[in-house]
């Protein structure tokens, strides 16, 4: 069952029309899982990574060190903007093969200069051999009578039902690049292509947020990254009395404690989020509303006007 929420999202933000409408905007998209529980801010020099928040647990697994940083936050979104965009490319067996004539042309597709061909292909590299696994738990209250197989016709009354899910996905089947050597200092890499595993092309369809790429590659900080895919999601459910977010959960989301014996920490960290919070509204959200607590013990989050306007047609598919 798709996710309601992101569907309405959707339904607010249709597709545009076609590329010669803009030159620089773009619409891409991030699973909703990631930015619950996203990839780790740094190299983490490890094969597994952990992420805890509120309901969502991710795991993530690689016999080759997990991709980190902010490059990798790119190369997921435009992973995931393939998946959601998947017709013409759909396999049968369900799996989305993406090909390009060259490095370049997925380097030109993220709006990436030549110079960062190397750190590109490293997070590919680490993405090629990854899993994740996630475990989610979502509580509800229902009334009992969807449940007549459990209850009787007569009652009425209400009942709390927890649904509790698992995955275990990959994100690319496959990998092919052909790298040509003539024995001068630049190798060329052609025939580029990869398979997106069939699991994860579902998830994309069913469970992704769409975001400003232009704007999501611009920010220059893997958590800025993060905090602005997280506050366009999250707004577009925040009531007229806004959304207060305590500095712990903050924190335990975006920058956990990672020695809990230092008692200033979480403070320092919080801080931290705040400031990429201000530039983000500086730079690249003028419009965002928010309000950080005078004992920095967290912040409230205002309804803002949408990154997205209703029927914007600058907005395109990276992939477009």
Sequence with gaps: MLDQEVLDFEKKFPAPLNEQQTSKFYRSFIPRIFIAASLPLRDVKKTHFERKYNSITLHLNSPNMVPYGKYARLLLSVLTTHAVQSKNNLNPDGTVTVRFPTLQALLDEM??????????????NRFKSATFVYDEERTTT????LFPEYFSPDDKGLVTATKYSTGNIMFIDSM??????????????????????????????EHSVPIDYSVYRDISSALGKDLYAWIVYRNNSIGSDGLFIPRSCMVSQFMPVTNPEQKDQERANFKYIVDQVYQI????????????????????????????????????????
């Design 142 to 145: 229902a009334q009992k009578s």
């Design 111 to 124: 709006k990436l200069p030549k110079q960062r061909s190397n750190e590109i292909k490293e997070q590919l």
């Design 176 to 205: 092919q690049h052909i790298e040509l050597d003539d024995g001068s200092a630049d190798k060329r890499s052609i025939a580029f292509s990869f398979v997106l595993n069939n699991k994860f092309v579902k998830l994309c369809a």
């Design 281 to 320: 509204k500086t730079k690249y959200y003028p419009d965002l509303q928010f309000q950080v607590d005078r004992n920095y013990l967290g912040i409230t989050f205002y309804q803002s006007p949408q990154i997205m306007a209703p029927k914007d047609t600058r907005y395109i598919l990276v992939t477009s």
